[in-house]
Antibody
């Protein structure tokens, strides 16, 4: 059974750093990309970027380039989303999802709620 | 890379059909066979309901169907049921291995 399990809720202050995780199981980690999607309170889904563990390729949406860092650890079957200096506007739910080129985002994590106070 | 355009809301009575449009450009929907649709209930993770324009993942009822014409994709939910009340988002390949989402449509079952 394919599962994506994300790390737990985070409450941080502006200026702090943060790294959230998405651990996958049920399939070979290298075979599909892992995407990150943001949903700010009351807003829609936003594509942030994707890591392809098979060739370590990482792509960012232009809106998030330079704002976050996406990475992976193949030894842990885990993808990460990282901030070096959080802003209050980073407050959102963040989802990871397995990306199949043809089938889209077919499996999703449960989401990680990040709350940043100013 | 701008978000794809969807109507903010759509509604129908139980048993009726509702169709949601998703308009992009020739750089995304117009140039891609990989348009997907996602259902999002409050406090739940999104769920894939359509991929490759019109294909349904296993477990998705055949009440859900998709199509595309030019730069616009559409999702139709036939035989509306109470559990279909949710937000729906389209998505398309947008070049450079990136995707783009639509602005989202809130479907209300009257």
């Amino acid at each position: 059974e394919v599962q994506l399990v994300q790390s737990g809720e985070e409450v941080k202050k502006a200026g702090e750093s943060l790294k959230i995780s998405c651990k996958v199981s049920g399939y070979p980690f290298n075979t599909y990309g892992i995407a990150w999607v943001r949903q700010m309170p009351g807003k829609g889904l936003e594509w942030m970027g994707i890591v392809y563990p098979g060739d370590s390729d990482i792509r960012y949406s232009p809106s998030f380039q330079g704002q976050v860092i996406i990475s992976d650890d193949k030894s842990l079957d885990t993808a990460y989303l990282q901030w070096t200096s959080l802003k209050a506007s980073d407050t959102a739910m963040y989802y990871c999802a397995r990306h199949h080129y043809n089938r889209g985002l077919e499996f999703w994590g449960q989401g990680t709620l990040v709350t940043v106070s100013s | 890379q701008s978000a794809l355009t969807q109507p903010p809301s759509a509604s129908g009575s139980p048993g009726q059909s509702v169709t949601i449009s998703c308009t992009g450009t020739r750089n995304d929907i117009g140039n891609s066979d990989f348009v997907s649709w996602y259902q999002k209930h409050p406090d739940k993770a999104p769920r894939l309901v359509i991929y490759e324009i019109s294909e349904r993942p296993s477990g998705v009822p055949d009440r859900f169907s998709g199509s595309k014409s030019g730069n616009t994709a559409s999702l139709t939910v036939s035989g509306l049921q109470a559990e279909d009340e949710a937000d729906y988002y389209c998505s398309s390949h947008a070049g450079n291995k990136n995707l783009v989402f639509g602005t989202g449509t809130k479907v209300t079952v009257l």
